[in-house]
C-alpha cells in the first residue's frame, strides 16, 4: 500500500533537481527545506554541481549512500521519467513532482504521465503532482517545507489541500500574512497518483490537522470522497471547499426538467451537501470559516447573544443574523433583572447588549457573567468598537479569561483595531478565540459552524429498502436492449415503477377499438387515449393523445381521429397499440420526480414541484441516490413546497411521508438499476391528507447520452473558435 | 439659511470643554485639531484653565476677542443649553455638539434637545449632533480633525457619514489601515438640526468628494433624501449606503398582501433603488466598493476580460461574474489571433485569458495591448499570483503605464501581496487603479459600478399624468369621511379605480331580487352575487358571496341562501344591497396591484404575480409613487412574472405596456388623495396578447393604521419585558 507518510513524513528527503541558482525553483525548494529546520536530511541531487548551497550533492539518487523516503524532482519534464525509475530502483516511496507539462498540455504530455504512473502503481509509490508546487508540513518534528513559495507558514491546525498551484500560494501567503497557522500544505497538481480523497484519508488519521480547506476544480472519485468526508465528520473534522466551475449551470439554469438541470455541478452540490462538506463561494470564505471552526467548541444550537459597546454594531449583528438563520437569543427574566442592576441606565439589556461605549474591561465580564448563566444561550458574539475609554488588551485578556472558565461556549471576538497587528489578536489567538473585521463575519462564520455540528451529530440513517420486484424490471430492460432500443414506452416505464411499488394511474393497453372500448370501460371514464409507440417521442405533434373523453361516443370519435392522423403521417407501422388512462382530475399538488445518471456520481435525483410557474421558480432540490429517508425528507423540506405540504396558509395538508417514500423507492431503482439513464415522472399527483400520491406519467431511457452540460460547454467551445 | 460651510471650512474653532486631562474627550478633540495642522486658528474654552496645552484658554466664547465660525461642544448635557446660548449671542453659525444624554436617552433628553434646536433655528445656527464623535476634513487648505478618534484620515475622495459614532470610528480606522483616503468624515448623531440629507447637499458641491459613503439607522427626510441623491447622480457622485434594521422584515416576510410586505425596509429599499443609491449589506462592502469606484473611469456596458498568470483565479473570476450579472467577454478573430502569435503555447486565449506563471511584466503589457483594440470589451480584471517569476512591482508599473494610456478603460486590480504592505500597492494607488485581495471582489465591485452608472446615464422620463376624473374620487372619499368610515365598498373602490382610468370587471349594484336578476340579464351569465356592506369585512364568512351563478334559477336560489344566512346572523341592517359581478373566466395571468402609504415615504406601490403558490414564492415588486413609464417597467421586469408575461417557453405573451399603464394609473391615484392609506387590487386579471388588463377585485381603506411592522415591533418588545 502507497503510504502518504513518506510524503508528510520523511526522514530523508531528495531534492532532485536541486540548483544553487537563485531564482530557479530547485534552488527555491533545496533551499526551503534546508532553512526550514527540517529533523530529517536533506540531499541534494544534481549531476552539474559537487555541492548546492555546501551540501554534497550525487548525481542521481542511486548514488545516495543512505535510503530516501521521498524524493521532490524539479528536472525538465523529458527526464522525469528516467528519474522516477532510478527512485523506484532506490526503493524511494514517495515523490512529489514539481516539473510540468504533462497532461495539462494536451497529448503528448498525457503519455508521459501515464509512463509514470504506471512506473508508480507497479512499485507501489506514492506520488503527488505533477504540474505541483510541493508539500509543507509544520509539525514541529518534522518542519518541511518542500514548496518553492514562501518561508514555512505558520503551525496551526488547518491543512490546505488546492489543486490549483498558483491558488495553493496565494492561499498560503494569505494565511501567512493573516497569521492563520497550518498544519499541512499540498499543492496536488494533475493527481496523476495521488488525489485528494487520499490526502483526505491521511489528514483524517493526522492529529495535527483539524480542519481540512480544500481548492477543487472536479474531484477524482465522488464515491471515495463521500466515504472519506464521512470519517473526517467521524473525527469531526470540518472540510471547508471551494470547488470553481459552477458559472455552466447558470447558462442552463432556465430549463428545469432533470436532464436540464442535472448539471455536474448540481452533483457537487449535493454530493457535498449529503456528506456535510461546507462549500464556499469565494476564497476569503475559506479562511473566514476555517478561522472560526479553529476554535474548536461546538455550538449546542442557533441562539446567539451579541455583546457590544456599540449599539450600530449590534444592528448590524442582528440583521446578519436573521440573513444567516442565526436566531438571536431571548433573556430569562431574571437574565434581564441582573443586567438591569448592573449596566449603566443608558445600556440596552435586551440582546444585542450595548453596555455603551465607556464600557471597560469590568463591565464586559460583569455583563458576560450574567449572560452565561442563561439556559437559552449557545454561543457569543462580542463586537467592541475603540472609543477614548477602551482599552483593548484589558477587554481581550477578560475575554480570554471568560472563555477559559466556559469552555463549551463558543466565542467569536470582533475586536477592532487601531493598528494593524494590535497585541489583543495575539492574546486572543492564544486563547483560541477567532476576532474578525466585522460583527457580520462572525455572525456568517456562526451560522457555518452551527450547520456543521448539526449534521454530524443528527443520527445516522440507513438506506432504507423496500421489498421489490427486481426480475420484472430485469426482463423490460433486457426486452429493450435486444430490440436495440433507448426510449421505454410509457406502459414499460409504468411497469417498470409498478415492479417498484409505486402506484400509476389506472391505465391499460388495447390493440384494437373493440379492445380500447373494452378497456375504458374497465377503468371508468372520463379516460385519455394515447398510442403506444417506440419511435415517436412526441406524441401530441402527431395527434396522438386525447384527452378527457366523457364517453363511448367521444372515446371512438377521439380513437379514429387518432389513427386518421396516423394514417396521413405514414406512421402506422409504429404503432404498437393503444394506452387507456384514466383522466384524473382529483385535486392534489403536482410534483415532478426524477433521476438521471452523472458520470462518475451515479444517479442525481431530482424533487420538485410541478407546473409552469414552478419551473420559473425552479424550487427542485437534488441528492445522488442511494438515500435514506432522512436524505428524501431534507430533499422535500429544502423546497419552499414544502410549505404547501405542511398545510400552506390554512389549505390541506399533503402526506409529506408518502412523497419521501416515492423519491427512497426511485432512488433504489436507479441504484439497482445503472442501465437506466434518464427517468422522469411528470406530473406525480400528491393527494390531500394522507390519501397518498399517484404516477400519472413517466418517461425514462436507458442509454448513454452526454449531459447537458457537456453539450453546453462543447457548443460554447464552437462558438468561441467559430 | 444654516450652512455647513462654518462646520466643515472654518477659519476658527473654539472648542467649549478643552481640557488637558488625556483620555478626555475635551482633551482628544483640543489636541486633535491642535496637532492636525488646522490652517485656522483653534481657541480652547474652559473656566476652570488658564490655557490648555500652551494655548491660552477663555472662560467662555464670549470672552474670546476674535471672530469664531464653528464650537465644538463637550461640556456636561447640563450646560449645554448655556453654552449654546452663548454661541448664538457670540454669532457662532456653526456648532459640533459632541455631548451624548439627549433624545437617545428618552423623555428629559428629548426636551432638553428640543430647546437646543429652538435656538438654532432662531438663530441661523447650522448643528451637528448632539451624541456625535465629530468631524473631519482632511483637504490640505483645511485639515481640520475635530473628532476625538484617531490622528487625521488619509486624504482622498470618499467622504463618511455615520450616524452611530462608534461605527464611524470603526470606519475611519479600517479606511486608515486600508488606506483608503477620506475627504469629510462627519458623525451626525442625533440628527438634531443638520441630518444626512444636508450633509449631501452640502457635499454634492464638495470638489474633494467624489464617493459618499454612509451608515444609516434611519433616513430623516426621505423626498429630500430624494431628491439630493439624484442631484448627487447628475454630479456622477455614487452614494454607498449601508442602512440597518433590515431584520423586522424577515419577521413579516412570510405574510404577502400588501400591507404586510410593505414594511418601512421596503421602503428603504424602494427609495434607495428609485435614485441610483447602491444599498449594501456589510461594512466590508461600504469599503470595497468605494475602493472600486475611486478608479472614476466608468465601465461602458458589463463586458469584463480577465487577465492572470493562474488558471485557477481565471475560474473564480467567471463563476463571480456569472453571480454578479457581468458578462466574460468574447473576443473577435482578429484578438484570439493576435495573443495566439505573442502568448507560449500553453497559454489559454480565450476570456479568462491564462498567459501562466511564468509570465512576466512585459507578457502582461503585451496581453494588454493586444486585448484593448478588441471591440468587445468594456472592463479590465487583471489577477496576479506571485509566483517565483513573479516581479509584482514592474507589473503594477505596466498596469499603471497601460492604464495611462488607456484612461477610459475601468481596471480592476487583484495583485497579491507576499508581505503586509507591498510598494505595488502605493504604485497601483497612485495610478487609481483599485486592487483587491481576491479576483470575486474585483468581478462584484465591477457589477457595482456597471449599475450604477447604467443607472445614471438612463434618459430621464418624466412622472406620466393620465387625464382622470378627479371630482368623482373627492366626492366618493368625502361621502366615506361624512359617515366616519374607513373601509370602502366594492363599488366604491371600483367607481375609485375607474374614475382613473381602470377597468373593472362588469358589475352592477341592485337592491332587491328584482333588480339582481334585472343586473344579471344585462351583465349575463354565469355571475357573482355579493353583499354590499360597510361594516362586514369577511363577506365569505357570512355567507355573503355566491360565485358562478350559471341562470335566473341559481341566481334566485343564491339570492335567498344569502339572505337566509345574513337574516340568521342578524345582519340584515348592515346591508346596502347586493352586487352582481360577470363570472370572468377568460383565461389570463392573475396579478396583484397595491399601494400602502408608509409613513414619511408616500405611497409605496407593490406589483406581483397572483395565486397560492407566488405568495410563496414572493414574487412581487415595490416603488414609492410617484412612478415614470420607466419606474413601471423596471418593477415588472425585476420579478420572475415578467418571464412569463413576454412568452414562457413558446406559451401566450401578455400586454406588459397595459400593466404598467395601471401601475402608473395606481400611483397617480395614491399621490392625487394621500387620504387612501390601503388600496389592493388583487386579482387583476392580465389577458393574453394586447387585450389588456381587468380589475377582479378590489379593497380600499382611508384611514391611518399603525404599520404591521410597527404591531411587529412593539409586540415583540411586550414579549420580551413580559
Same mark, same amino acid.
Given at each position: 500500500m502507497k503510504s502518504l507518510k513518506y510524503i508528510f513524513e520523511p526522514k530523508s528527503v531528495a531534492v532532485i533537481g536541486a540548483s544553487a541558482t537563485p531564482g530557479t525553483v530547485g534552488n527555491a525548494i533545496f533551499s526551503n527545506i534546508l532553512l526550514s529546520n527540517f529533523h530529517g536530511v536533506v540531499y541534494p541531487v544534481n549531476p552539474?554541481?559537487?555541492?548546492?548551497m555546501s551540501v554534497k550533492a550525487y548525481k542521481d539518487v542511486i548514488a545516495i549512500p543512505d535510503a530516501i523516503d521521498l524524493a521532490v524532482v524539479c528536472v525538465p519534464k523529458t527526464i522525469v521519467e528516467n528519474v522516477i525509475i532510478q527512485c523506484a530502483e532506490k526503493g524511494i516511496k514517495g515523490i512529489v513532482v514539481i516539473t510540468a507539462g504533462f497532461k495539462e498540455i494536451g497529448e503528448s504530455g498525457k503519455l508521459l504521465e501515464e509512463k509514470t504512473i504506471a512506473i508508480t502503481r507497479k512499485n507501489d509509490i506514492a506520488l503527488i503532482g505533477p504540474n505541483c508546487l510541493g508539500i509543507v508540513n509544520t509539525q514541529k518534528e518534522i518542519s518541511l517545507n518542500a514548496n518553492f513559495a514562501i518561508e514555512i507558514p505558520h503551525a496551526g491546525n488547518v491543512a490546505l489541500i488546492s489543486q490549483s498551484g498558483a491558488i495553493g500560494i496565494a492561499a498560503l501567503e494569505y494565511a501567512h500574512q493573516h497569521d492563520l497557522g497550518i498544519s499541512k500544505f499540498v499543492s496536488?497538481?494533475?493527481?496523476?497518483?495521488?488525489?485528494e480523497s487520499d490526502i483526505l484519508e491521511y489528514l483524517i488519521d493526522d492529529d495535527a490537522t483539524k480542519i481540512i480547506t480544500m481548492y477543487a476544480e472536479d474531484i477524482g472519485h465522488p464515491a471515495r470522497f463521500f466515504e472519506m468526508a464521512n470519517k473526517a465528520n467521524a473525527k469531526q473534522k470540518p472540510i471547508i471547499i471551494i470547488k470553481t466551475g459552477r458559472s455552466v449551470r447558470g447558462a442552463i439554469a432556465i430549463q428545469s426538467h432533470t436532464g436540464a438541470l442535472s448539471s455536474s455541478d448540481i452533483a457537487y452540490d449535493s454530493l457535498f451537501a449529503q456528506c456535510g462538506v461546507i462549500r464556499v463561494e469565494t476564497l476569503a470564505e475559506v479562511f473566514e470559516y476555517a478561522k472560526g471552526f479553529t476554535c474548536l467548541v461546538h455550538p449546542k444550537g442557533n441562539r446567539v447573544v451579541v455583546l457590544t459597546n456599540a449599539g450600530g454594531m449590534g444592528v448590524i449583528a442582528t440583521d446578519a443574523a436573521e440573513r444567516n438563520g442565526i436566531e438571536m437569543a431571548t433573556f430569562e427574566p431574571q437574565t434581564l433583572d441582573a443586567l438591569k442592576k448592573t449596566?449603566?441606565?443608558?445600556? +440596552? /439589556?435586551?440582546?444585542?447588549v450595548d453596555i455603551i461605549g465607556d464600557a471597560d474591561a469590568e463591565r464586559f465580564t460583569n455583563a458576560l457573567s450574567i449572560i452565561v448563566?442563561?439556559? +437559552? /444561550?449557545d454561543a457569543l458574539v462580542v463586537s467592541v468598537t475603540p472609543t477614548v475609554e477602551t482599552d483593548m488588551d484589558a477587554i481581550a485578556k477578560s475575554l480570554c479569561d471568560f472563555a477559559k472558565s466556559n469552555p463549551d461556549l463558543p466565542i467569536l471576538a470582533n475586536l477592532m483595531s487601531l493598528e494593524p497587528e494590535p497585541l489583543f489578536e495575539q492574546i486572543l489567538k492564544k486563547a483560541n478565540i477567532p476576532n474578525f473585521d466585522f460583527p457580520e463575519t462572525n455572525i456568517r462564520v456562526l451560522a457555518s459552524m452551527v450547520k456543521y455540528y448539526k449534521w454530524i451529530n443528527q443520527p445516522l440513517t440507513k438506506v432504507t429498502k423496500f421489498e421489490v420486484d427486481k426480475k420484472s424490471v430485469r426482463d423490460i430492460i433486457n426486452t429493450i436492449q435486444q430490440e436495440n432500443r433507448t426510449h421505454l414506452t410509457e406502459p414499460e416505464s409504468y411497469k417498470i415503477l409498478e415492479a417498484y411499488g409505486m402506484k400509476v394511474v389506472d391505465y391499460r393497453v388495447a390493440k384494437n377499438l373493440e379492445t380500447t372500448i373494452l378497456a375504458a370501460s374497465q377503468i371508468g371514464y372520463p379516460v385519455v387515449l394515447k398510442i403506444v409507440a417506440t419511435?415517436?417521442?412526441?406524441k401530441i405533434d402527431v395527434g396522438g393523445v386525447k384527452i378527457n373523453l366523457k364517453d363511448e361516443n367521444e372515446l371512438k370519435k377521439a380513437y379514429h381521429e387518432i389513427n386518421e392522423s396516423i394514417k396521413n403521417k405514414k406512421l402506422?407501422?409504429?404503432?404498437?397499440g393503444f394506452l387507456i388512462q384514466k383522466y384524473f382530475i382529483t385535486k392534489g399538488i403536482e410534483i415532478i420526480l426524477g433521476a438521471d445518471a452523472i458520470q462518475g456520481f451515479g444517479s442525481l435525483i431530482m424533487f420538485g414541484l410541478g407546473g409552469t410557474y414552478v419551473e420559473l421558480f425552479k424550487d427542485v432540490a437534488f441528492r445522488l441516490a442511494p438515500l435514506t429517508r432522512q436524505d428524501a425528507l431534507n430533499m422535500i423540506q429544502q423546497t419552499k413546497a414544502y410549505q404547501i405540504f405542511k398545510g400552506f396558509r390554512g389549505q390541506s395538508t399533503y402526506d409529506i411521508e408518502s412523497i419521501a417514500e416515492y423519491i427512497i423507492r426511485l432512488s433504489q431503482l436507479v441504484t439497482d438499476f445503472s442501465e437506466i439513464k434518464e427517468l422522469d415522472m411528470n406530473p406525480v399527483k400528491v393527494l390531500e391528507d394522507s390519501q397518498g400520491v399517484i404516477v400519472m406519467d413517466a418517461k425514462a431511457i436507458i442509454e448513454v447520452q452526454h449531459s447537458v452540460v457537456e453539450q453546453k460547454i462543447k457548443s460554447e467551445k464552437e462558438e468561441l473558435v467559430a
Open positions: 552539474k554541481y559537487s555541492n548546492v496536488i497538481g494533475n493527481k496523476a497518483v495521488i488525489d449596566l449603566p441606565p443608558n445600556a +440596552n /439589556i435586551y440582546n444585542p448563566k442563561d439556559k +437559552n /444561550i419511435e415517436i417521442l412526441h402506422d407501422d409504429k404503432i404498437r
